[in-house]
């Protein structure tokens, strides 16, 4: 069964203490996510330029998009960040148990997430409400309707595959937790993972209004 | 080997995270409310702010970017800072950058006011000249017979609308409907808008169109009221500004560009002397008609029918003594200047009266 117990991490010889090893590390975190933010913001960009050139079109498009289920999205994905926080305080803490707990939790909302983008996707294909030559919705009058969609499958689908990567390494870092490897004097790959899931978490917050409630 | 604990380390409370994770939950039910209210441009810059505030919740509790050594929390925050530098300076060209249009060269004439009076009343003279101009401009499409069945059609969806039937009008049958349809195409399918058409010729058409089946529908006040035409004035007075939309203007000038390149190549291996004179309809042929029309205007070349997906072609008809346009110089004329909308034919605009001259003359020769 799951214990508390104490934890020995040796850290590697170039560091001079466990203490500068898990700074190094939280540093290049910090630094992998900025590269992270430059490429969502190009497309945010991208965004940005063809709603001001298309602002109609937009508008029209928009309405085509589940709002209740980015809704819905919004909360699970919040929530999931809630879980993520409380399972790296508790690791920090040394309670593998509850640490684990939320690490499952973390992973369940995850796939909720997942699910609920596929029925999204699916009533998309459904309806014809795809990029650029795909595009083949009669409804929609604008005749450029196939961008809007374009950068709403590359947006939501480029932050889809951040959710399926974060669920690989949160799994990763759960087998990890289970074996007994962290505890309050090395926790460095739970918190970095934390550290990458609050950013999915904070993409899909700008995505959100913009794709669903804005257009 | 020592194994210091990392305890410089700020570790967040549960009642922090609840409270944060709380509050991030009022915020989207906020930003979920405030978007159904239409405030205009607000709402843009609502949704904008509370995401930024629940990010910054996000990143300063959940990341702990409050208790952040500075040195991290300046390489996070420089990142916003390059991305707001990109935005603000893509944004300028959004702003600043003045309308682009070209004005004229492309479109022979630029006002569409109507010569002719009262052109939508039907008369066996505008139907005739509908005809003749539906055989250069429709047949590719709509067929022959108007069975909406013309060479290009197999690969249209939806299909050119059969004029020998009376359902499936999208716009309608009524004249003032047909006249709507030509005005502004049906977008997003392959029927473009003919717009370019002076307004007379596009009635003519609408004539020749409705004259294809016989039961006819009368546009009651109402209708003329919708296309912005009162019939008891005397002409349609069409407020339109002679210049062409921007993609427009790109398209036709890439066209121009391929075909100029491709032409000056050939010119410069074949012809190296020839410039003026009786050689210009050849030359000019050469540089621009050569790519579709094929060797002396024989015709059978497949152009593609941009802008249609899956990509349909059209083969050329030879340009002789069959082809409508081949009769008259003022009909030719008509044809190359305005060229063929649906991205058939690019409008050659920019030909003198004497360039155009040569070109009928020399197409005339080669096809006696």
Redesign the interface.
Known sequence: MLQEETVIHHHAHHFTSANHEFEAAKQGMWIFLVTEVLMFGGLFVAYGLFRGLYPEMFHEAHQHLAVHMGALNTVVLITSSLTMALSVSSAQKGHKVSSVRYLVLTLILACCFLGVKYFEYSHKFHDGLLPGGFFTNTEIKSPKASLFFSLYFMMTGLHGIHVLIGMGVISWILRRTLRGEFGPSYYTPIELVGLYWHFVDLVWIYLFPLLYLVG | ?????????H????KT??T??AL??VL?AI??WI?HIDLGPF??VI??A??TL??SL??L???NLKYE?S??RM??I???L??AI??VL??T???FRQEVSVHGTFIAEGSSQSKLKKPWVSTPELVAHGKEIYAIQCVACHGLEGKGNGPAAAALN?APRNFEAVDGWKNGRKPTMVFKTLKEGL??SSMASYATLPADDRWALTHYVLSLHPQVEVDSPADFARVGIDPNQESVQEKEDPKISIELAMSQLAHAESGMERGAHLYHSRFEQVQEGPFIGKYLYQKHCLECHGDHGKGGIKVSVLGV?PVAFVATHPLNQQSPSMNSQEVFNQAVIRGIPGNLMPGYGNLSSSELKGLYQYLKAENE
């Open positions: 080997m020592g194994s210091t604990s990392q305890k410089h380390h570790i967040l409370p549960t995270a609840l944060i994770g991030l939950l989207t930003t979920v978007a709402n843009f949704a904008t509370v995401a629940k990010a996000v990143a509790y959940f990341m050594s040195e991290n390489i996070f420089t990142s916003f390059f991305l990109f935005i893509t944004a060209d959004l702003f939806p977008p997003p997906y």
